[in-house]
Each structure stands twice: as C-alpha cells, then as structure tokens.
C-alpha cells in the first residue's frame, strides 16, 4: 500500500464528508415539498406532471398523502407497469428508432428481456448481455436509462417514506409515492446527471448517435468500435448507484471512464446522494447526531473494507511472486511499479483506486466496475462479496442503504436495546411485534434466496437439448472449478438478491435458468426487502413518540454506532460464513 | 412494612430488590425434583411446540436418535460419536425444560400452600327472612349475605354491609397481625379464606366461586393463565426468524458441500447428524431455552415483594414506566402530620402555650391531635388530665366552624386554621395579633401546617404541624432520575405546602389539592405525551386512575372496586413498593436481553469450531480455521455441542435470579451490559469449547 495511494482515498472520502451535510439539507427540503432554489424553475413542471397522471390532491392543492398499503400499492403498479415496458421495448426494439446496427428480438430472447427489465427495475442493473452488441441505442436511453432514474427515485422515496415513520407520530399516512417518485427526480436526480453528464464529456466520454466505426489497429487488425449517448447514462448510472455499463467492460472502458479524475468522480457519485440521505435522515427525525451515528457506522464498515481489499490485492498471491512479478510498490525514476496483483485491473487507476472502486461500488448497490472483481485475490474478492451479503448498507443504494440501514439500527435496538431495562425503541418509536416481524421477514427472504439459488445452481444438472441450460451442470457455465467457481455463482446470486448488479465475472449467465433464477432473485430482493419495509414505516407512523430521558437508549454515540457495526456484521457473518468457508476464504488458505 | 430502609447505590440490588418473607432458596430440593419430573412432560412435542427454537432442537434429536439406531441395525462405524451427540441434544431440550419447570415450580409450590388454605368452610347464610342457614361456602354466589363470627373463616370475596370486626388476612399477605374491617369507607372489603378474630360482620358476597381473589391468586402463582407477553412474543418472532435464518444457512450447506467435494474430489459431504449438531450450536438456544423461564422468574420475583400481579405484561410495563404518581401521604411522608413545636405569641410563655394546645386536643382522636399531646408531654412534660373531674365540654371539629376545642373551666379554648380561628376571635371582639399570621405564613412557606391556639378573645400562638419525609426517599428519588423516572407527587395539599414538600423530598413535580379526576387527567396527559405511568392507590375513586394507569397497584387494605381496576395489588399495602415493581420489571427485561446478545454472540467460535471439522478431509487448509486447536473433527463437533447444552443449565440461576440490576442512565448501563453479555459472549466459548475438548480426549470419548 502506497501514500499516494491512500491521499487518493483520502481525497475521495473528504469529497464526501464535504457534500453530505449541503446536498442532505436539499434533499430534506425537496423531498418534504418545501421551497428550494430550483423551486421557481422546477415547481411548474411539478405541478404538470401530477395534473397530466392524475395524481390525487389534497384540499392543500398538494398531492394527497398515502396509507403504507396505497404507497406499497403505487409502488408496485409503477413497478410492473415500467418493467413490462421495458420488457415490450427490448422485444420490439426493431421497429423502434435509432437503431444503427438493426439489433432485433434476435439479439434480445425472451428470458434475457425478462431479466434486463426486472434488473433496471430493480436498480440492480444485472447484465446477461453485451450491450453493445444487444441493444439499440435507443433502449438504452429510453429504456435503460430512464428506468436508472426512476428505480432510484422510487429508493429514495421509500427511504423517505420510512424515515417519515420515525418522524411522524399518531398519523396514517407516510407520504405520497407519486409526489416522491416525482421530486426525487426533478430536482435531484435530472439536475445533477445533466451537469455532470456535460463535466464527463469534457473528460472525454462519448455522447452520440452515430454508426459503430470500424478502425484498423496499429497490429493492423480490424476491429468495430462501439459509440453511443453514454455520458448520459454514464452519469445517473453512477449517480442512482445503478451500475449497468452503456459497455460490457462497464466503468473500466475508456469511454465510460477516460481518466482518473472521472474515476475518483464516478466514485463519488456513487455515495453522494446515500451519503446525503443519512444527514436527511438526521434532520427529518430533529435530531442530525442520530443522521450522524448511521453516518459513522457506515464509514467504520467502508474503511474495513477498502482497508481489506487495499490490503490484499496490494499484497498479490504467492503465486504471482513465485512468477517473479515484483509485489512492493516502487515510485523511483527508474523503476516504477504498482507491484501487487495488477491482474483484471486498468493501468490507469491502479490497485488502489480498483480496491476502492470495487468496494465503494459494492458498499452501495451501485454494481459499476472498473476492473474484474474475479481476478481479485481471494480476500480481496471478499470484501465485494461480503459487502453485498451485509445488505448493501455501507451507505448502500440510493434510498436503499438508508432504509437497510435503518432495518439494521431496528434489530440493534431490538436484541440490545432491552439491556437499558426498557422495552426497545429507536428514535422514541417502540419497536415491537409487528417491526420485528417484518424485520426478520425481509432479512430471512433475501437470505433464503441467495442460499437456496446459489445452492441450487451449484449442483443443479441439465439433460441433453435441456431448455434450461446447456447440458450438464449448472456449475459448468462458470469459468472456473473449484472454489472460485463457487464464489462465481454465490456472487451472481448475492449482487442479484442485493439488487447490486455487479458481477464477480466469469459466469454465464445468459442462460434460461440463470436468466429466470437471477429475474426472481432481483425481484425478491428488491421487493421482499420494500413491502416489509412500508409496513414498518405506516406501523411506526401510527405510534405515539416517547420522549427521551435519562432511561432511553442513546442512538447517537460511539457506543450505539460500534453496537450498529457489531450487528451488521455478525449477522451476515453468522448467516453466510458456511457458504463463504467453502468459497473465497478456502481459496485464500489454499494459496 | 420492613422495607423502607434507604440503600445505598453501591448495594448491586440498590432500589431494594431484597428477598421478600416468602423467599425459598433457588434450589429448593423438592422444587428441583418436581421440575425434574416436569422438564420430561415437557418434552411432548405439542407442548415444545410452543418455543419454536427448542422444538427444532428437539426435531433434530429425534432425527439423531433414528438415524442412531439405523447405523446401530446396519452395524456402521462412529456409534460412539452419534450416541454422543443424540444424547447431549436430548439434554438441551431437556435442560431448556428444566428452567422452564424450575420457574414454575416455585409458583406452583406457593400455590399449593394457598390451596391447603382453601378448605371448604361451611357459611352463615342470612335468608330473605334474616335467620342464618349453614350452606357450604361454594354454594355462594353473587350478591348473597352471610354473616361471620369470631373464628369463621370468610366464605367468599364481599363488602362488609353491617359491622366491624379485626380480620386475620395472614393467609393472603402473610402478615399475623390483625386489620379492621368495617362497613363503608374504604375498609369495607374482605376476601375469601380470611378469618374473623373478634366482632361480627355481615358480608355481601362479590364474586362467585372460582373467580374469588384466593381462586385468582392461586391461579397467577402457578403461571396457569400465563400469556405471553408483548415483548416476549416479539422476541419469539426474532429468534424464530433467526432460527430460520441458520435452518437455510446449514441447508444450504449441503450443496454447497457436494459441489466442493465433487471438485476436491476427496472427503464426503456432512452427514445429518454432523448438520443437525451446526444448526443446533448456531441457533439461539441460550434465549429460546431460558426466554419463558425469564418471565415466569421475573413474576415469581415481583411474588416474592409480596405483590400480585395480574400480568406479566404489568410486569413488563413496569420497566417501562417513565412517570411515576405517588401519593404524598404514606409513600413520600409518614403518614399524618406531627406537631413539632409551639410559638407563642403576645408574651404567652411556650408553656402556656402547650397546656391549652394540649388540654383542646385531648379528645381528638386524629394522629395530628394525639401528636401535640405527645409533643407537650416530651417538651414541657405536661401530663393528660382526667378532665372528668373538671367540668369540660368538648367541642368537635365540623366543617362549618373548621375549629375543635374545650370549653374547660369557663375558658373557650380553640384551635383550627388561620382564617378560622381569626373569624372566631373577631367575633368575639378580640384582634388577631400580626405575629400570629406571619408565623402561620412562616409554617405554611415550609410546608408545615399551622394550627393558631385560641383562648376566649385571645390568640396564645400557633402550633407547627409538620409532615415528616421517610427516610432515604431523597435518594431513592434520584435514583429514579438517573434511570430517566420522573416522579409526581400527588397531594391534597395547597400548592404552598405542596411545594415545600415537594422539595424536600426530592420529587420531579407535584400536583396539589388533587382530586380523583386531576389524578385521571394528569395520567392522561402524560399517557398522550407518550409516557408510560404507573401509580398506586386504594379508594374507589382511585379506581379510574387505577385503571387508566399502564402500571396500577392497588392496596390489598383498599377497596375491591380498586383492587379490580389495578394490575397488581400489594399484600402488605406498602405504597413505597411501586418503587422496587419497577426495579423488577426493568430487571426482567435487562435479563432478556442480556441472554439474547450473550446467545447470538455465542454463535461466533461455534463456527470456528465445527466449519474446520466438517471438511476436515475435503479442504485441509480449512483446519486454519481452528484456532482453538481441537483435536479431532469429532471431539471439536462434540465439544460445541456440549457446550450449547451446558450453557443452559449454567445460566438457569442467572435466568430465574434475574440480571443485577444497578440504578444507572441507560448510556452507562448499555455499555457495561455490552461489554459483559457481547463480548463475553463473544469469548467465553472459546475457552469453554476447549476445556471440553480436552476432557472428551482425557476421557477417550472422542
């Protein structure tokens, strides 16, 4: 590990404290429908969008506030009905326009269509496909990039949604989902991706609509060079922690990422707004310590894992050092080494700035790469790994990583809390039966489908002219044997469970069962873990507020944030160390 | 009662968690034998059923033993080891129940004694008619009359309609000596299975046979009605998730497993019973085993302070409470106002002074006027007179004149309030003198009460009434502070007096000249603010507060309509106990989750322990992972499994004892709990496992 390469990470995190407190403020007001500074600007258009979709108002003129059942209900009819559009887009995208290549329903089968509109619904942004050799530019802008835009406002909003639980007492209703879908893009999302889609362009990303151009190589070889809008994809995809690439080679293609400034802004992107949201939360409940707590808990489990990563991809593999492949970093003039395993990793970013793109990415639910998480080493590849398998809640997905957090400051609460010598309660809410049960229910759901289909999968076995696979095991469409290949399927099925999207690599995936497995596995994860969620928040709206004296349990201190850490990863530890021991962790031993 | 004496905050059981009369020692043989009994009735799978935690264990056992006896009839190798780990989940189970029926063995032996109690007395039935008629007392019902004579045990719950008569309540409160019960007022209720020692009383029955409080109390001492509580059922629902949680984590183990063999290609997936032992030492059987026994102990405790309480959800609510309403007089003071000295105004001598406030008080029987006797006998030695051989006529208090007296050799001694005795004086064409009105404002400023002494025109001084504060309340009271209880006191008393009082004794806030209905919207109040209020009382018109209360503790001196209404009621009607109810109930719910986070925290070297030995021969290198140095797969399985299992039983005392409990903010007393049950949690198996090991080796067992 190198100074410049921790200045770099330093840089990155301050980039982020600086932000969170300014943008957290915006949020607030924005998503409470107070006056902001677009306001003058972005107010009419507001207005226009409720009156053309016929959202319900209020006697206040506003948008009427919802039960948890009506928002859960909005939520998933917008869901089903934009998915089933993306899906018909896909299917039709010949007789759709810009479409210079003239990719058809060849290119896109059934299955894949069904997987790619659950994975942008979901804001997993799984990839079975290449998409540049898939879809049309404009599914890619129309559909892809719009959904990027949308599954992140329809997070944030039930990131709200709760967090109006906890601040609100004896009331009902818990927001409007059509007013939250609505001001999470307009005066968030759009402002902010049109800047910085004009700041990546500078940088060099493309951002057209012209014919792939065919070059010749100086090694005289022809190749096709794909072209597109992507800055604009470029930035929601890391803006909204959605992390489909406009590429197959994601973020560390040129054109998606050209330089190591767009690399460290990329990053950021990625905990901006979840970084922001914790500081919303904190001055939506009145009290910013607590925003500040989740804040400090979730910055002890990104260093750990940055730490981790930095750790043992700068330290290489016995193997690599058998090869005679210099493992210290040098900086002299005339010798000047990364050293560690620079194996999948882009010249141009390094080993740090690999390690902490790929645990930024999987802290959040971004699934952006720029550089291949399966030539990670063992440990490495873990942090990835587990990162997602904690919940994504290390400042996590847009609106999603707050209201995992916030499930995981419940069940602190809950299993610790009564050692005050209270019945538990966070934030004045008593958490009770019905918390506790949804709770549980979406931590044993996303649980069981990461299990149960990455066990299935890795002794699943297919007949000859099998529909499902190609024949033999499921475990075969891995590219390696052993146990990298198990980490190979236990990944696929943590990013889709965890809605993360990113791949570990190295399995096929566009197959009709892992199409279908990998679909249900982004829905369950998205879905099972949002209803109990609402239901939370409409329980916890509907309670009275106790007042905070001297017998409450403090949510704000260093003890509450190490309790906080304490859980997140014993729980998943407990939960998925079996099935790591006979992945990455043998695999490390066995170096 | 006995336990008002201060404690000190050092003391660990500090706000008086100290042994009630009816303590028995935690391991009380025939107790001990009884659950023994017990803890294998329990092991039907439809009771188990109920604890969904120990019922997966119990599943996994009964796989064990079956699949024992296959490899027995098979004659496969590893008997040793199966039988080994069949036996020792049986014993969890049966550890689990052991807690279970040792908790409630101390209800149900305390029950039996109340039984034995409950002879089928014969009673006095008054007819339509007025003559008497011997039915049998479970022949009673609602509404009928009987009447009791010295040494009739009372046949039912009732109301005294006619009489007075001292009652031996011991068979309820346990306390020998004698009350008053009488028709009207307050004192007016007597239960079923007392008995009349002197006097007569008739009595309307209030409640028919099996509902009486004797039938009531029987049943919550044996835990028969016990429900769930809601805090209770919601820790069921986490670890049955967690349960579910570790039931896919091992099932899933399994594939993973064959996928790994079939690629090392050596070693052999786990069998069941290695699987079955994992997802047994994971699960929370720490807390599932001792969550029912939790409760039942914390009731019994709360038993044992001599309080009766309806529920344990009351219980628990009592942790919670965050107001506490006491009422001033016998909670916070001692009771009655005492005279503690007497001014004199005008050139009266102090002497003079005493003589007439003595000789006016004479005949009043009120503890404030038997107080300035005593006081004027300690002080200026002044003796009672036998005022028969005087011409003496007394004069009653009434609320008209608001003043008692004599009239005592042509002499018109008087004594009341300031504005009463100054009417008086004024009527009489005296003038009431500045001084006597500055020391009576003097008095009042304090939160004493001044009583102005009148001879004929002429005022002689004022006498201080003084309520006392008991003892060590101060502390107490900060105490409850410090644990984030604010306290009312509630008091007839003008806000003045109120208010001196108030600060005397420490309390947060008080509510003066009280009525029952300011009492009831003051509950409401801070109910609406989210607070949580537990009060104390005895009169009927403390029966909506009572009922509106979340914690409500009737005295068993009070009336039925309050007992009814409370969720608890105090044998020895101390009001002071309320205090150490809420003690308890914190206690229980700090014993919860201390055995929670103690349980989950546990999991962390089972894994060290048995993942290495499970692919012990598929991945080699996975024997890093065995940081305890366990010698071989089986004794490192073994060792876990005995451990889960020992860890039960040697956490029983702690389970019915209850967790220390020390008066301190939350922040202080998270941290310290933290560090105990978390980290020691984290660690103790460790050591634990190893020990275990060792001896499985020392002794060739594994």
Known sequence: MTSNGWLQIAIFFALVVACTKPLGIFIANVMEGRGTWLSPVLRPFENLIYKLCGVRRGDDGLPAEQTWTRYAAS?????????????????????????????????????????????????????????????????????????????????????????????????????????????ATLYILLPLSFVIALVLCSQGVIQN????????????????????????????????????????????????????????????????IPAALTYTFGKMVRDTRQGWALFAAMTILWFAGTLTAYHFEQQGTPALRKAGIEMTATSTAASAQSGGNMEGKETRFGIANTALFATVTTDASCGAINGWHDSFTPLGGLVPLFNIQLGEVVFGGVGAGLYGMLMFAILAVFIAGLMVGRTPEYLGKKIEK????????????????????????????????????????????????????????????????????????????????????????????????????????????????IPVSAGTFPTHGPLFVSLLVGVVVIVGALTYFPALSLGPIVEHLML | MTNAAPETPEDSTSLGLSRGKRARPLFDPPIVRRAIADSIVKLNPRTLARNPVMFVVEVGAALTTLLLFKTIATGGGGIGFELQIAAWLWFTVFFANFAEAMAEGRGKAQADSLRKTKSDAMAKKLT?????????????????VCLCEPNDVIPGDGDVIEGIASVDESVITGESAPVIRESGGDRSAVTGGTKVLSDYIKVRITSNPGETFLDRMIALVEGAQRQKTPNE?????????????????????????????????????PGVIVLVSLLVCLIPTTIGGLLSAIGIAGMDRVMQHNVLAMSGKAVEAAGDVNTLLLDKTGTITLGNRQAVEFIPVDGVTAAELADAAQLSSLADETPEGRSIVVLAKEKYGLRGRDIAEHEAEFIAFTAQTRMSGINFEGNQIRKGATGSVRQFIEENGGVF??????????????????????????????????????????????????????????????????????????????????????????????????????????????????????????????????????????????????????????????????????????????YFAIIPAMFAVTYPPLNRLNIMGLHTPESAILAAVIFNALIIIALVPLALRGVKYRPLSAGALLQRNLLVYGLGGVLAPFPGIWIIDRLLAVLHLA
């Not at chain 2, 339509?128 to 009928?144: I, T």
């Not at chain 2, 099932?251 to 690629?263: D, E």
């Open chain 2, 128 to 144: 339509a008619a007025g003559k008497v008629e011997m039915v049998p007392a479970s022949a009673l019902r609602k509404d009928d």
């Open chain 2, 233 to 269: 059922i919601a820790l069921n629902i986490m670890i049955a998730g967690l349960t579910l949680i570790f039931l896919f984590a091992v099932i899933t183990l399994a594939p993973f497993a064959q996928y790994s063999v079939a690629h090392a290609k050596t070693g052999a997936v």
């Open chain 2, 433 to 606: 003198p500045q001084k006597a009105s500055d020391t009576a404002d003097a008095i009042s400023r304090t939160g004493g009460t001044p009583l102005v002494v009148s001879m004929n025109n002429r005022v002689l001084g004022v006498i201080h009434l003084k309520d006392i504060v008991k003892g060590g309340m101060k502390e107490r009271f900060a105490q409850m502070r410090m644990m984030g209880i604010r306290t009312v006191m509630i008091t007839g008393d003008n806000p003045l007096t109120a208010a001196a009082i108030a600060a005397e004794a420490g309390v947060d806030d008080f509510l003066a000249q009280a009525t029952p209905q300011d009492k009831l919207e003051l509950i409401r109040k801070e109910q609406a603010g989210g607070r949580l209020v537990a009060m104390t009382g005895d009169g009927t018109n403390d029966a909506p507060a009572l009922a509106q209360a979340d914690v409500g503790v009737a005295m068993n001196t009070g009336t039925m309509a309050a007992k009814e209404a409370g969720n608890m009621v105090d044998l020895d009607s101390n009001p002071t106990k309320l205090i150490e109810v809420v003690a308890i109930g914190k206690q229980l719910l700090i014993t919860r989750g201390a055995l929670t986070t103690f349980s989950i925290a546990n999991d962390v070297a089972k």
């Open chain 1, 434 to 545: 019905k918390e506790v049960k949804m709770a549980m229910i979406a931590m044993l759901v996303l649980a069981a489908s990461i299990l149960f289909f990455a066990g299935a999968s890795s002794v699943a076995e297919f007949a000859k002219n099998s529909y499902w696979n190609t024949p033999g095991p499921a475990a075969a469409n891995t590219n390696n044997p052993g146990a990298h290949g198990l980490s190979e399927i236990l990944y696929a099925f943590t990013s889709a469970t965890g809605n993360n999207g990113s791949a570990f690599g190295g399995l096929n995936g566009n197959t009709v069962w892992y199409n279908l497995t990998l679909g249900f596995a982004m829905l369950i994860g998205r879905f099972m873990m949002l209803l109990p969620l609402l239901a939370i928040a409409g329980s916890l709206a509907g309670k009275k507020q």
């Open chain 1, 75 to 183: 939520l998933l009819a917008f869901s089903a009905f934009s998915t089933l559009l993306l899906y018909a887009m896909q299917r039709l995208q010949i007789l759709l326009p810009f479409n210079p290549r003239g990719f058809s329903a060849n290119t896109v089968s059934p299955d894949l269509a069904f997987n790619t509109a659950v994975s942008f619904n979901t804001n997993t942004n799984w990839q079975n496909y290449v998409p540049e050799t898939t879809l049309s530019y404009f599914v890619q802008m129309a559909g892809l990039t719009v959904h990027n835009f949308l599954s992140a406002a329809a997070g944030l909003g039930i990131a709200m949604a709760l967090v109006r639980g906890f601040a609100r007492h004896s009331v009902q209703t818990i927001g409007n989902f059509w007013a939250d879908l609505t001001r």
């Open chain 1, 209 to 272: 609509l012209n014919a792939y151009t065919a070059v010749t190589t100086l090694e005289g070889v022809k190749q096709t060079i794909a072209q597109g809008p992507v800055a604009s994809q470029e930035a929601i995809k890391m803006l909204g922690t959605n992390g489909g690439g406009f590429f197959n080679a994601n973020s560390a293609h040129p054109f998606e990422n050209p330089t190591a400034f767009t690399n460290l802004l990329e990053m950021f992107l990625i905990f901006l």
